[in-house]
Each structure stands twice: as structure tokens, then as C-alpha cells.
């Protein structure tokens, strides 16, 4: 089994800057991918990032050169660092750690509110 634990969430005002961190722990088997989805209240769960082992990353449309995220193989981490953030990119943001269509794992969520 797999345990994700996300932290980073918060408050922040409009233009602002937010760093999410999601560790991974358990029985982890690679390669994998770790990525951030999100929820916005009457909205489908969304893709925000992804990043494999090998470093390879992907960004939705929406958030694409605001958004970076990275991971540390060694400590099973990955962060999303979330730069000039808008009201719309409020959601609870969940982590993901994907080795196949059956051995996916989520976290619990972390919310993240822009607001002034």
C-alpha cells in the first residue's frame, strides 16, 4: 500500500505564490508518475501537472508557465510550485501517484483559496 500526505494549502491573494508538497511512503514501486489534480466546488476532478521518474512533466492548458512542479526520487516527494495564481485556481488540490490503470493512489487534499 501506498500513503501520500499533502501540505502546503492556504490563503493567498490574488498574483500570490503557493509551494505544494505531497511525500510518498509505502510499498512504491517504479517507474511511476506523481502529479497534482484538483477540485473546484461543482467541478470534476481536474489534471494540473504530472512528473514521471525520468523527469518528464506535463501541465494543463490552464495553468502552463504559472505553474512547476518537481520531484525528489530520493525522499518520494513531488511539489507544485503555483506562482501568480488567480481566484480560479481555487480548488483542493490532490496528489497522485500512478504505476498503472490499477495501482493509483490519491492523497486526502489540501485546499488552496485565492481571494482577496
Known amino acids: 500500500q501506498v500513503h501520500l500526505v499533502e501540505s502546503g494549502g492556504a490563503l493567498v491573494q490574488p498574483g500570490g505564490s503557493l509551494r505544494l508538497s505531497c511525500a510518498a511512503s509505502?510499498?512504491?514501486?517504479?517507474?511511476?508518475?506523481m502529479g497534482w489534480y484538483r477540485q473546484a466546488p461543482g467541478k470534476q476532478r481536474e489534471l494540473v501537472a504530472t512528473?514521471?521518474?525520468?523527469?518528464?512533466?506535463n501541465y494543463a492548458d490552464s495553468v502552463a508557465g504559472r505553474f512547476t512542479i518537481s520531484r525528489d526520487g530520493a525522499k518520494n516527494t513531488v511539489y507544485l510550485q503555483m506562482n501568480s495564481l488567480k481566484p480560479e485556481d481555487t480548488a483542493v488540490y490532490y496528489c497522485?501517484?500512478?504505476?498503472?490503470?490499477?495501482?493509483?493512489?490519491w492523497g486526502q487534499g489540501t485546499q488552496v483559496t485565492v481571494s482577496v
Open positions: 512528473i514521471t521518474n525520468g523527469g518528464r512533466s
Open positions: 509505502g510499498s512504491i514501486i517504479s517507474p511511476n508518475a
Open positions: 497522485n501517484l500512478r504505476v498503472n490503470s490499477i495501482m493509483t493512489y
